[in-house]
């Protein structure tokens, strides 16, 4: 009988892991467009299928995802922010509508995208700015494509560089400013699942 080389069984596991974190890409990305994430929960979870090293990893990656289980109650649904001599804020769990409109006349708005979820794979958002600012906070790899117009104001991605994360929901933010500025600043990451899932299941690789 044939006896399977060593390098054969390693490259079959490399090949296995591959296939297996492709289709675990899939299944989060549907997850997210669908809403059934926000994108805190899906940066976590997309970062660590990176990461992982076996097919049991990545399962348990992927375990008790909220769309298998019906999802919790609905979100708020964010259609407009506006703020106008003032501030307004959007923050908790909320659910980003495919397009969202933001206007700050004298005024400030913050973003948190972390808890939202998204209401489609690609979502707009549109920014008018007239002598007022408009900060988004959003988890890192997370897919943000920052376009528009400056008239004595600005606009910046201040994020840490880097490939977004693969399947990533898009988040387009066209900006339209006067005197005002819109900043995209960086969430800093809730945890690292990974190190969680090998804690639990006493892997040597654990930290």
């Not at 997210?32 to 929960?41: N, S, Y």
């Not at 948190?112 to 900060?135: F, K, Q, R, W």
């Not at 005197?179 to 960086?186: A, P, R, W, Y």
Request: charged share 25%; hydrophobic share 40%; glycine share 12%.
């Amino acid at each position: 009988m044939d006896e399977i080389k060593p390098d054969s069984a390693a490259e079959a596991r490399g090949q296995a892991v591959e296939q297996a974190r492709r289709a675990a890409v899939e299944e989060l990305a549907q997850q997210a467009g669908q809403g059934h994430l926000t994108l805190d929960e899906y940066a976590e979870r997309a970062t660590a299928v990176e990461q992982a090293a076996a097919v049991e990893e990545l399962d348990a990656v992927l375990r008790g995802l909220p769309g298998e289980e019906g999802g919790g109650p609905a979100a708020r649904r964010a259609r407009w922010l506006v703020a106008v001599f003032g501030g307004t804020e959007q923050r908790g769990r909320w659910r980003l509508s495919s397009h969202l409109r933001i206007v700050a006349v004298m005024g400030g708005v913050t973003l948190d995208l972390g808890l939202a979820e998204s209401e489609a794979p690609d979502c707009l958002i549109t920014v008018v700015a007239v002598l007022g600012g408009v900060e988004l906070i959003a988890p890192p790899g997370v897919s943000i494509q920052l376009t528009g117009f400056s008239l004595l104001g600005g606009k910046s991605d201040e994020r840490a560089g880097g490939p977004a994360l693969p399947g990533s929901p898009l988040i387009r933010v066209r900006c339209v400013t006067l005197l005002g500025g819109v900043k995209v600043k960086e969430r800093p990451p809730r945890r690292s699942l990974l190190e969680v899932i090998r804690a639990r299941r006493g892997s040597p690789n654990a930290a």
